[in-house]
């Protein structure tokens, strides 16, 4: 379906050239005349709507060759064409436009091209869209169950690890963080600021039993 909307695309983009360059010539009045087709008056309008067409015709191509724009364009262009038809129909059979001849006929074969362009470009977007969404939902779908899913009990702090199954793997962190302790290492006595052997005052004011003092058989 997007493969017939590019091709559909294309020969718009190639009805909208041609009308653009025959409106840039619209000061020669002798190919109005010779086509039997109305004068764009002043010319300068005809040449403005030319320049017009001639860049809707590039973003037409672009829209043909570049497959992210396709549906948008083709969608905004339809709508364009549609009401393009209308218009002419109108003009031509209602509201007395001041044509002749072949140039009526060139003007309904237009309105007709116009139109079926409309038809296909409208629903093929349509269609084109749905299934892109379709496809991207799919790619979702695919993606999200190709990733696994971890279970988490209800009770689980933020800290927890488990595997796919719920459970708690030996050495896992709990909610609460560890911390390791060093190993204290303490200097000998007398290494070190602090580490000093002290002698004990009581053991020196205490006087030896044998002091000749205190011993009333001396």
Do not use: C
Request: no cysteine; net charge neutral; hydrophobic share 50%.
């Amino acid at each position: 379906m997007k493969i017939l909307l590019r091709a559909v695309l294309f020969l718009d983009a190639l009805l909208q050239l041609l009308l653009g360059i025959l409106l840039l010539l619209s000061p020669v009045a002798t190919l109005y005349a010779a086509l039997q087709l109305p004068l764009p008056q002043p010319a300068l309008y005809g040449q403005l709507l030319g320049v017009a067409l001639v860049g809707f015709a590039w973003l037409l191509v672009q829209a043909t060759i570049n497959g992210q724009l396709t549906v948008a364009i083709a969608r905004t262009v339809g709508q364009v064409n549609l009401v393009s038809a209308i218009l002419i129909v109108s003009w031509v059979l209602f509201l007395e436009v001041p044509v002749q001849g072949a140039g009526k006929i060139w003007m309904l074969a237009l309105a007709a091209v116009l139109a079926f362009f409309a038809a296909v470009q409208i629903p093929a977007a349509k269609r084109v869209r749905r299934r892109e969404r379709e496809q991207q939902l799919a790619r979702e779908a695919e993606r999200n169950a190709a990733t696994p899913t971890t279970v988490h009990p209800a009770n689980a702090g933020p800290n927890d690890v488990y595997d796919d199954a719920g459970r708690r793997p030996a050495g896992a962190s709990r909610d609460y963080p560890e911390y390791r302790r060093e190993p204290v290492i303490t200097p000998p006595p007398g290494y070190g600021p602090g580490t000093e052997v002290m002698p004990d005052p009581a053991t020196e004011e205490l006087p030896s039993p044998h002091h000749a003092r205190q011993n009333p058989h001396s």
